[in-house]
């Protein structure tokens, strides 16, 4: 399939991200996405009638710890790290 | 003696440990190469001079212990391995200040066995490449033209090895960013079974095909890297319970009588002639030293382009949502609301070929598009893996080509996506499956003199056998560093 820039634009919307404002960048974006969509569409000639997806590739694994506690990295130290924060929150703009 | 920072890891390793040289001085050498060889090669996003001196001196005085195989060894590791207190960046503006509050445990076990980190080494931002060319930060050159590309995403820590900066380094590996630059710059490199290595730590890109794994300039140097930080996790879910071998204590096999799988469609696919000229030399030496090569047809390796980009695409955008300007790394300013913060930090600090991919994985996932597109890609991801399981089964390993070319040009292929995307064919199936597999050099191009690679597939967590074929090997086609 083709995609359009402006599905593409909605689409960038969904990831919180936008189409370059100049006309041209955009349409240059939106023709590459549209290429590589293109490019995808040879998974429609495979055969997967019956098949499973799979999604991780090991079944054999560790799986979840024991629900105990223990100590991870230190909240003060996590919180420091946020571009702004107020007292033990990270902030943001006003929403309500 | 040779100068200290052209010792192999494992050289390197024997003189420490009987105390022939110190750690001060081993880390002192390659700190000093690094220092002439970095403004040509720019392999290093952050190097930590002064905090490795003092490690290395602490090491001296306790001395060497046996218990910790890499003690005193100069190491680097890329730079999506969280490192406490010393900046971590994947490469992108995103995270161009953000300082860890703890260690990946791929780094806690390195420290854990002596190694000193030197260094964070360059990458495409968030792993997302296959030259480097997409650091936010500038390109790095590869050592043996500084016009080429050293590959990628691991581009910056091949290329370290390769300038003898260190004697090896820790990258990863989500379609070939450990193998393929290994191969253009002539280092020895393994992508290991996934969930042999932690990813507690790693920067994400895409959960279910990440794997972490060592450069170096030898077979057993990689071998030894990889025996320090396998094992599971109680912080990696999916990390496994398989049991870790004693890689470092590999042996050599025969390659008398090995089987080795060809699949046809990666040895038919459109190769430049100085990489065809190399493995059809590479096949006969092997066949004169009587290793039984077997040429099959793998049909599904023709969808594997295609659901790779899909599939990592995909997981990058959940990944990658945690970029949202509230709990780390940077945030736009403006004066709207929630909603123009997440999207003004993401546009601003994101760059563009990571921002392609999240519109494209957002574009798979969406509704309307899931069915024809993600799960479709998972569908196929199962046929690639039972085909591998079914190749493997009628022989010891696959041989197949890292990359259809040498080093390319700086720039060529910076503004053609979908070409580019297809040169990492030889390489993404292999995560798709989760196995592991280890890249080596096999020559030089005969006219452009750069290095040619191959890579030797295995059965899941088969890294013993994989390291003994590999020292083998390496007999057969001699180290190009």
Redesign the interface.
């Known amino acids: 399939m083709t995609l359009d820039q402006k599905t593409a634009e909605r689409i960038a919307e969904l990831a919180r991200l936008h189409f370059d404002k100049d006309p041209a960048a955009a349409a240059r974006l939106a023709k590459e996405l549209s290429g590589i969509v293109k490019a995808m569409d040879i998974l429609n000639e495979a055969d997967v009638a019956g098949v499973e997806p799979l999604y991780s590739p090991l079944a054999e694994v560790a799986g979840p710890r024991p629900d105990e506690p223990g100590r991870g990295a230190e909240p003060e130290a996590l919180l420091d790290q946020a571009p702004e924060r107020v007292g033990r929150f990270f902030a943001v703009p006003k929403i309500i | 003696m040779t100068e200290l920072h052209k010792l192999t890891l494992t050289e390197a390793a024997r003189l420490l440990q009987s105390r022939e040289i110190s750690a001060v001085e081993m880390v002192g050498a390659s700190l000093a190469r690094l220092e002439a060889t970095e403004p040509l090669i720019q392999a290093c996003l952050t190097v930590a001079g002064e905090e490795a001196l003092a490690e290395a001196r602490a090491l001296d005085q306790a001395g060497p212990d046996p218990a910790r195989p890499l003690w005193g060894l100069p190491l680097t590791v890329k730079d999506v391995f969280l490192t406490k207190g010393l900046r971590t960046t994947a490469a992108s503006r995103y995270l161009e200040n953000?300082?860890p509050?703890?260690d990946a445990r791929v780094v806690e076990r390195l420290r854990r066995a002596g190694a000193v980190i030197i260094a964070k080494t360059n990458l495409d931002e968030f792993a997302m490449g296959n030259s480097t060319e997409f650091s936010a930060f500038g390109l790095t050159r590869n050592p043996w033209n500084p016009i080429k590309v050293p590959g990628g995403s691991s581009g910056g820590a091949a290329a370290s090895v390769a300038a003898y900066q260190s004697p090896g380094g820790f990258g990863t590996d989500t379609g070939g960013s450990i193998r393929q630059p290994a191969c253009l710059c002539g280092c020895a490199g393994i992508k290991p079974?996934?969930?042999r290595v932690s990813r507690y730590g790693i920067v994400a890109f895409a959960s279910?095909l990440d794997q972490a794994g060592p450069l170096a300039r030898r077979v057993r140097d990689c071998a030894c890297l990889l025996a320090a930080v396998a094992g599971?996790?109680?912080?990696?879910?999916?990390?496994?319970?398989?049991p870790v071998e004693n890689y470092g204590a590999a042996a050599a096999r025969p390659l008398a009588g090995l089987k080795l799988g060809l699949p046809r469609e990666l040895w038919s696919a459109n190769l430049d002639p100085e990489v065809r000229s190399v493995l059809k030399a590479a096949l006969h030496t092997l066949e004169g030293a009587g290793t039984k090569l077997v040429e099959f047809s793998f049909p599904?390796l023709?969808?594997t382009?295609?659901?790779y980009?899909?599939l990592a695409s995909s997981e990058a955008?959940t990944n990658l949502?945690r970029y949202?300007?509230?709990?780390?790394?940077?945030?736009a300013g403006g004066s709207?609301?929630?909603?123009?913060?997440?999207?003004s930090s993401?546009?601003s600090f994101?760059g563009p070929e990571v921002?392609?991919r999240?519109?494209?994985?957002?574009?798979?996932l969406?509704s309307g598009y899931y069915e024809?597109?993600f799960?479709?890609?998972?569908?196929?991801?199962?046929?690639i893996?039972d085909d591998y399981a079914r190749a493997l089964a009628g022989c010891d390993f696959l041989l197949a080509p890292v990359s259809p070319l040498p080093a390319w040009d700086l720039g060529r292929f910076i503004d053609d996506?979908?070409t580019n995307?297809g040169l990492d064919l030889m390489t993404l199936s292999v995560n798709?499956?989760?196995?592991p597999a280890l890249a080596f050099p096999a020559g030089l191009g005969p006219t452009g003199g750069l290095p040619v690679g191959l890579q030797l597939i295995a059965r899941?967590f088969e890294e013993m056998a994989l390291f003994s074929a590999g020292l083998a090997l390496e007999e057969a086609f001699p180290p190009l560093l």
């Open positions: 953000y300082i509050a703890y079974t996934y969930g279910s599971p996790d109680e912080r990696d879910a999916t990390s496994s319970l398989h599904s023709k969808y382009v295609a659901a980009y899909v955008s949502a949202d300007g509230v709990r780390y790394g940077r945030r709207g609301g929630l909603a123009e913060l997440y999207v993401r546009q994101l921002r392609r999240i519109i494209l994985g957002t574009f798979a969406s024809a597109y799960q479709k890609a998972a569908r196929v991801r199962r046929l893996r996506p979908v995307y798709l499956a989760g196995l899941p």
